[in-house]
């Protein structure tokens, strides 16, 4: 186990990694436009390329480092390899050579940054469900207070002006200067500050009181014995007693508890078959009364005993319930005295992890998709309202640089302030219902700026609340956008390929931050056209998560069981309880 003082050095190294990325963006937009025209007289299209390069490189660079932590859980030394390339980009961008050596820095240093992918599954790794979304949101918002950070320290960066070796360092090539040093002290942060933490301890793990990899294996069985590691029952004291039954053993654990009694059997082959064994009961009657489980699933996989998915039978009424085994070593019932074993369909074996099946079935799902979908979307929405503002404030209210760098001060204090506050909601509603809201408030702010700014004529007063409203309402659903999304998507994929999904998403965040600038500097006067688009694509956004309502959930949000269903009726004249509903009820 980690140690807690290793885990908190951990956290704060991943925030650091995080802060550097929201400074370096900061420090270096400013002045690039005024570097790369002084400098080397290039055009307008080329600040948009060396923009999007850095987007591009992470493309790649993202979904292999994801999968390179997979494969390892090493994922210090992937940090360490990748800061090398932010290193060597910065460097690059201070030597300043050609617009194009410019160009190839931004992407050598797009590389590195492809390792958030491999950091954000490491979180996800070690996070419970419940607490994800709210660390989730700190580690963001320090990239937030990053962006807060950087037109602060070009103040001084622009004093710059000397000679490293036979390259001037001025107030266009010190960003590159003062990013390397960063970046170097990150190399020894990470060095002597992250620890890889594994996996998240197995009592937070969903549908498990003990991880994967302290199940004992079969072989490893003694003889005379059955290992039950997890046997569950219903929450409430319906569940009187369990057997576990073999060819030629049979083990029943029975509470202490006078209502109905429910079975559960376990027809195995005869060669994995023992006899009754001390150590199951204790473990079975443990688990039993556990608070944490949750369903009535049993299963049979590698000689234990574990939660297997139900599988309905037609034709068997709604108090029968049948359950599928993980493979083929036997099958599992559940039924109570009053009513007939049924036999349960067994199931194909699990997909190796890995293969082209497995990766069909784990990215090729509903849910995932749409996860997908709405991070591109989101992204690209922000990218292109990003890239359409300040030409706009200029041309409606001939603002220059300053009233633009406090505009971008209040923006990121209410970006801050409302991460925040996702820390605070993320204890009282789900990840998909917090996505939902903020869907709404995205789509509101962008028919208000619809309605709004294409009739705005320069210098009227009325500009600059209308412009404060849209922003506003913009800021206040971005946060609960990014933040709910990573999160929900963290926990709807395997933790096995955590690292590949991660990096599949920042894939999708890299074509959004690619395509949005583009869309938005090619129609900055055509704002119906360009504003129009962008809401029709959250609307279907919204839509898209609507319809996949259900789906949309973790592992620890069941779905809600209607009341009428979770009580039993008055006690008849034995002095026993009778169900008026199924005692196992189909979520």
Not at 295 to 313: A, C, M, N
Not at 487 to 492: E, F, G, P, R, V
Request: include cysteine; charge should be negative.
């Amino acid at each position: 186990m980690v140690s807690r003082r290793k885990k908190r050095l951990t956290y704060v190294t991943i925030a650091l990694f995080f802060l550097l990325g929201g400074i370096e963006y900061a420090v270096i937009l400013p002045t690039l436009w005024l570097f790369i025209h002084e400098r080397f007289d290039a055009e307008q299209y080329f600040l948009g390329l060396i923009l999007s390069a850095f987007s591009f490189s992470g493309l790649f660079a993202s979904p292999l480092m994801g999968k390179w932590s997979d494969r390892t859980r090493k994922t210090k030394y992937i940090i360490l390899f990748a800061n090398l390339w932010e290193i060597g980009g910065n460097i690059m961008y201070f030597m300043g050579i050609s617009k194009w050596f410019v160009l190839a820095s931004r992407l050598v240093a797009g590389v590195g940054a492809g390792v958030g992918a491999s950091i954000v599954a490491d979180v996800a790794r070690t996070t419970d469900t419940k607490e994800r979304t709210a660390v989730m949101s700190m580690v963001l918002a320090c990239r937030q207070f990053g962006l807060l950070l950087g037109p602060g320290l070009n103040l001084f960066l622009r004093e710059f002006n000397f000679y490293l070796g036979p390259f001037l360092v001025d107030k266009y090539t010190s960003p590159g200067v003062f990013m390397a040093g960063l970046w170097i002290l990150m190399e020894f942060m990470v060095i002597f500050a992250y620890f890889d933490l594994g996996t998240r301890s197995p009592e937070n793990t969903h549908n498990s009181l003990l991880a994967e990899n302290e199940r004992p294996k079969p072989d490893s069985l003694p003889n005379g014995s059955i290992n039950c590691t997890e046997i569950s029952g219903q929450e409430s004291p319906h569940v009187r007693a369990h057997t576990c039954t073999c060819s030629n053993a049979k083990v029943q654990i029975l509470p202490s508890q006078n209502v109905p009694r429910e079975t559960v059997e376990c027809s195995i082959p005869q060669s994995t078959c023992i006899t009754e064994s001390d150590e199951m009961i204790e473990s079975a009657e443990r688990l039993i009364d556990s608070p944490e489980v949750r369903s009535p699933t049993v299963g049979f996989r590698e000689g234990h005993l574990i939660d297997s998915p139900k599988v309905r039978s037609p034709g068997v009424n709604s108090s029968e319930e049948h359950f599928g085994a993980d493979n083929t070593y036997g099958s599992c019932a559940i039924h109570s005295d009053t009513q007939s074993i049924t036999t349960v369909e067994k199931r194909e074996p699990p997909v190796p992890v890995g293969s082209w099946q497995y990766y069909y079935h784990e990215y090729l799902r509903e849910e995932v998709v749409v996860i997908l979908a709405l991070v591109f979307i989101t992204f690209y929405m922000q990218t292109a309202l990003e890239t359409m503002v300040t030409p706009l404030t200029h041309t409606l209210m001939g603002w220059e640089e300053l009233e633009n760098s406090i505009m971008y001060c209040l923006a990121g204090v209410e970006v801050l302030l409302t991460f925040v506050l996702v820390i605070f909601l993320s204890k009282c509603f789900t990840d998909r219902t917090m996505i939902l809201v903020a869907l709404i408030i995205e789509i509101a702010s962008l028919g208000w700026d619809l309605y709004w700014l294409p009739r705005g004529v320069p210098n009227d007063p009325d500009n600059v609340p209308v412009l404060v409203v849209g922003i506003f309402l913009n800021l206040l659903g971005l946060p609960f956008l990014a933040v709910c999304s990573v999160s929900l998507y963290s926990k709807i994929t395997r933790e096995e390929t955590q690292g590949l999904s991660q990096g599949l998403r920042r894939t999708m965040i890299g074509f959004g931050t690619i395509l949005g600038p583009l869309w938005a500097g090619s129609l900055i006067k055509k704002l119906y056209l360009m504003l129009g688009v962008m809401l029709g694509l959250m609307v279907m956004a919204m839509l898209m998560v609507m319809l996949s309502f259900k789906q949309l959930k973790g592992p620890d949000q069941p779905e809600s069981v209607d009341e009428s269903q979770q009580h039993s009726t008055e006690r008849t004249k034995d002095g026993i309880d009778e169900e008026k509903q199924p005692l196992l009820v189909q979520s």
